[in-house]
């Protein structure tokens, strides 16, 4: 049984929620000095990230 550890799986989860949530963010809202492209990217950089590690844990179980 081949399984990702959870400290792992945190980690690429939260990173590649960083990455995707405030990329998106600051490309659809580019307001460097306003507040909505940091709250819109705290956002989707949640749910990125818990979709991610959802899918990763699926991924590993399979």
Do not use: Q
């Amino acid at each position: 049984m081949n399984h990702m550890h959870r400290a792992v799986r945190v980690a690429v989860s939260v990173l590649c929620g960083l990455y995707g949530g405030f990329t998106l963010s600051f490309l659809f809202i580019p307001d460097p000095t306003g507040r909505m492209p940091v709250l819109v990217g705290a956002v989707l950089t949640v749910g990125f990230a818990i979709a991610l590690y959802v899918k990763l844990g699926e991924e590993a179980t399979a």
